[in-house]
């Protein structure tokens, strides 16, 4: 008998430590059942108290128990698809085009000056350089794209405006960037450097094997030497 009631109470402990008590698999009548001794005796006019009890199964409530939602942080700003910068537009003029122009813009510019700059030796002249000028016609050109939109896309949705606009200016950019290098000249299209430009004649560099890098240290000294030679008295 006292082993059997040992192991009846370790039973009973180890059910406590793990969570697991008597009651937790029983019915509401089984407990009221366990107690109707006691209730008998209350009935009957006893002092008397009991303590039921009740399990309860505890479902939490989980994000996910909320379903089909789309409640979420929403960021204010459209991603775009990633572009290069513009390099050669800021490396010209621009100037808007005046009102009754007649699409036809005329400038002067200077066109092959003979630089004669040279050391003068005492009481001898000074060599003559000459800078001519020339003017020159050019015919207005237009790039140009379009997105279709809807009424009610404008209407309906706020931020298509401003974003349809961006992507506008974004994608007329890097065309007007690309033809300032390579465009043929042929209307509707402007002339690029690479082919308003002369070829370039480069000097004997009298290396046995010349590389790209070697071209372009004697480009910028061509450059350097033309635009620093002046006349000075």
């Known amino acids: 008998k006292l082993t059997k009631a040992v192991e009846a109470q370790g039973l009973e402990i180890n059910k406590i ?17 366990e107690k109707k001794d006691v209730m008998g005796r209350i ?7 009991f303590k039921i009890e009740v399990p309860v199964t505890k479902a939490p409530v989980l994000r996910s128990s909320v379903t089909n939602t789309t409640q979420a942080m929403r960021l204010d700003d459209i991603g ?8 050669l537009s800021s490396l ?15 400038y002067v510019d200077q066109s092959a ?19 001519p000028w020339q003017e020159y016609t050019l015919s207005l050109q237009k790039i140009g794209d379009q997105v279709p939109v809807s009424m009610e896309a404008f209407n309906d949705v706020d931020y298509i405006a401003g974003e349809i606009e961006q992507l506008l200016q974004v994608n007329v950019g890097l065309r007007e960037d ?14 690029g450097i690479l ?3 002369p ?16 071209l372009i240290v004697k480009v910028a000294e061509q450059i350097n030497a033309e635009a620093y030679c002046v006349t000075r008295s």
Do not use: C, M
Not at 114 to 129: D, G, K, L, M, Q
């Open 17 to 33: 430590l793990t969570g697991k008590g008597g009651n937790k698999d029983k019915s509401v009548a089984e407990l009221i059942e």
């Open 43 to 49: 009935a009957k006019g006893e002092k008397t108290s």
């Open 80 to 87: 775009q698809v990633a572009y290069r910068s513009f390099t």
């Open 92 to 106: 010209f003029r621009q100037r808007p085009i005046a009102p009754n122009s007649n699409g036809i813009v005329r």
């Open 113 to 131: 000056p003979t630089r004669a700059a040279a050391s003068v030796a005492e009481n001898n002249a000074f060599p003559e350089s000459t800078f």
């Open 178 to 191: 690309a033809d300032l290098w390579n465009a043929n000249g042929i209307a509707p299209n402007i002339t």
């Open 195 to 197: 082919t308003y430009a």
């Open 199 to 214: 070829t370039y004649v480069a000097p004997d560099l009298q290396l046995d094997e010349p590389n790209l890098f070697d």
